[in-house]
């Protein structure tokens, strides 16, 4: 099968992405990438209730499953990422340069390994058979799998969304014949939708004129405050944006994840998009060295046809110092996230706040009652005297 998918892919005339930039004056030398990005288009669930297209031919691995236009498009994406960084890979046991992490579910790991069969093309020495391929490690790590997290579901209940049209949620609620009340139920319905137009299927009659509409309103499901960002993807920040001194050798390091957390990573940084991340969007950091000192550009795309965008740091533009982007990203980074996701944690911190404040209105109260009665009892002997003085004068 193996052998099948590689020839069909090689036949496709596709443009591979260009090398990235590199200079001794402005760019710098790449070092290490870390590649954040979705899977492949995966078979989906029934949209909604009726759903035209919820047992159509196309769908043969089972809902959630990478399909094989799915898997075209991991070993395409593995292709561009070996044209844009061939200078950082050596011509042989390239496999050794390159770590590549999942989250556990099957439809990653698989997409993980046909993106490492389009990136570790074999040459040289390191072809072993007719079949143009090498066998690759893909890890699994648990800041991808989304652990549950107590804190991060509460505050997502609490979530108030930005929604400008009201007529577009009670249309796409009564055609797809189920409640629509934010862009993340929004996103959950369009995410559906153009899962079935990828695989070549019409869209509903209902959805023409409306489509593009639901597509900018889904985006608006990454529009959140620190905590959550810190609470979700604050780990991910944390690793994807240092350099790994003791393990440099991993040059190329690839995560992958749903398309959400992709979302959620630009949302984390406040770079509001006008469409939510697709099928094998990508968030990239390139660490890049220029005269002894570490920068960190970053490089993003919303979909498995679009080109590298590159994005400005907040606060500190395309190219910002590794030290510097460090210190503007600590209030995301969470410094014990077990901790940070405990109810227990903040109903603590809520009830200080709520003891120091009775006991802060005790003291206020005290300090005035007592203040008013010092002045009472100056005020009844200022009386006396007066009265003592007054007799005197007329005696």
Not at 92 to 114: D, F, G, I, L, P
Not at 149 to 176: F, G, H, P, T, W
Not at 336 to 358: F, G, P, V, Y
């Amino acid at each position: 099968m193996i052998l099948t998918m590689l020839m069909f892919v090689s036949c496709e005339a596709r443009q591979l992405w260009e090398r990235a930039p590199e200079d001794g004056k402005l760019e710098g030398k790449v070092v290490q990438v870390h590649v954040v990005h979705g899977s492949g288009h995966a078979e989906p669930p029934a949209c909604y209730p009726g759903d035209p297209h919820a047992r159509a031919a196309v769908w043969k691995h089972g809902p959630g499953e990478l399909t094989q236009h799915g898997r075209r498009q991991g070993f395409h994406f593995g292709e561009n990422l070996r044209s844009r960084y061939l200078n950082l890979l050596p011509k042989e046991r390239t496999y050794k340069y390159v770590k590549a992490t999942s989250a556990k579910t099957t439809r990653y790991q698989m997409t993980s390994s046909v993106i490492l069969a389009g990136l570790l093309s074999p040459k040289g020495d390191d072809i072993w058979s007719t079949v143009p391929w090498q066998p690759a490690v893909v890890n699994t790590d648990d800041i991808l799998a989304k652990p549950k997290c107590d804190r991060l579901e509460q505050l997502q209940k609490e979530l108030k969304y930005e929604i400008d049209s009201e007529q577009l949620y009670y249309y796409v609620s009564v055609n797809a014949k189920t409640s629509v009340k934010d862009p993340k139920e929004m996103l959950e319905i369009f995410t559906c939708l153009e899962t079935q137009k990828q695989a070549g299927l019409a869209l509903p009659a209902w959805t023409r004129g409306f489509f593009y509409q639901m597509k900018r309103e889904a985006a608006k499901t990454f529009r959140y405050d620190n905590e959550v960002s810190r609470l979700e993807v604050g780990r991910i920040l944390d690793t994807i944006t240092k350099f790994n001194f003791s393990d440099k050798d991993n040059r190329i390091n690839l995560y992958c994840t749903d398309s959400v957390t992709v979302g959620a990573l630009m949302a984390a940084l406040k770079l509001n998009q006008t469409e939510s991340p697709n099928f094998l969007s990508a968030f990239v950091v390139e660490i890049r060295e220029l005269e002894g000192w570490l920068h960190a550009q970053l490089w993003y795309r919303s979909g498995p046809n679009d080109e590298l965008a590159r994005m400005d740091w907040p606060d500190c533009g395309a190219r910002c110092p590794l030290v510097k982007l460090r210190a503007l990203l600590d209030p995301l980074i969470p410094k014990n996230w077990q901790k940070e996701c405990a109810l227990d944690q903040h109903k603590n911190n809520s009830a200080n706040i709520m003891h120091l404040t009775l006991f802060l209105l005790t003291f206020l109260f005290v300090y005035v009652a007592t203040a008013s009665c010092n002045r009472i009892y100056e005020f009844m002997n200022d009386m006396k005297t007066r009265n003592k003085r007054s007799k005197k004068t007329l005696v």
